[in-house]
């Protein structure tokens, strides 16, 4: 996925359920 803030990433993983590597 595109690097965005931590804080962004982590929304997203918990909005999409998915962990990126």
Do not use: Q, S, T, Y
Not at 2 to 14: M, Q, T, Y
């Amino acid at each position: 996925m595109l690097k965005v803030n931590p804080r962004v990433d982590l929304a997203f993983k918990k909005i999409f359920g998915v962990e990126e590597k």
